[in-house]
């Protein structure tokens, strides 16, 4: 999807309906299978591994307690198959532009530029991680637990010391708060039937997966 107000709104959309239930995951999931270029918006196999593992082991924990865990899967991988395919999606400047947009240029740009700053600090975090992994392939350390903690400390400290030198090149800049920018989109011919499908498939999650199934036959 080019405009992103309508990727928003549609990875919203959809991340409610699978989250409340395995009806609104299922037709997010059929969503992302049309709409989305699948395997390209995913992450590297072993961190969608990982983090399937996490979810699959929390699924198990709450399936041995008597929960729904089967449904917890479900409803989070989808989940994360929605937020790897919007972050895959999202260019620089786009979240400051929708912010803009829709709050306007004071709390807006405030929360736009917060924003901004998060997606720029998780794009530097996985270039550190690769260039930690270069580093101790150099040094023939293998990764493991012992070597977990260590590596997130220092990952934590560096965000740290790089969001103080953040706050102190705004100050010195005399950014106080809010700012003024003119955001223009631009809208695919298939962003507006992408974006209607998705708000019916979030409708379809009030429904029971049975009445959803006699509705589509």
Known sequence: MQDPRLRLLST???S???????????AALVWWLLFTPRA????????????????????????????????YLI?????????????????????????????????????????EMGLTS??????EIDQ??????????RPGARS?????VTLIVTQIRRSDEIARLL???????????????????RDIPASLTAVIAGLLSCLPLRDVFILVG
């Not at 930690?132 to 350390?141: H, T, Y």
């Not at 100050?171 to 223009?184: E, L």
């Open 171 to 189: 100050v010195v800049r005399g950014y106080t708060i809010g700012g003024r920018i003119c955001p223009q989109f631009r809208t695919d011919s």
């Open 12 to 14: 919203v959309v959809l």
């Open 40 to 71: 390209k918006a995913l992450p590297r196999p072993g961190v969608l591994l990982s983090l399937i593992a996490m979810i699959a082991a929390a699924a198990f924990l709450s399936a041995w307690g008597g929960g729904p865990g089967l449904s």
């Open 132 to 141: 930690m992994r270069v580093a101790m392939a150099l040094k023939g350390i």
């Open 122 to 127: 998780l794009a530097v975090i996985r270039q």
């Open 16 to 26: 409610l309906a699978a989250f409340a239930s395995t009806t609104g995951a299922v």
């Open 75 to 115: 409803r989070m991988t989808v989940v994360l198959l929605l937020a790897a395919w919007t972050y895959a999606e999202t260019e620089d400047g786009e979240v400051l532009a929708v912010a803009v947009w829709a709050l306007g240029n004071r709390v807006g740009f405030e929360v736009g530029l917060i924003a």
């Open 148 to 152: 977990i903690v260590p590596l997130a």
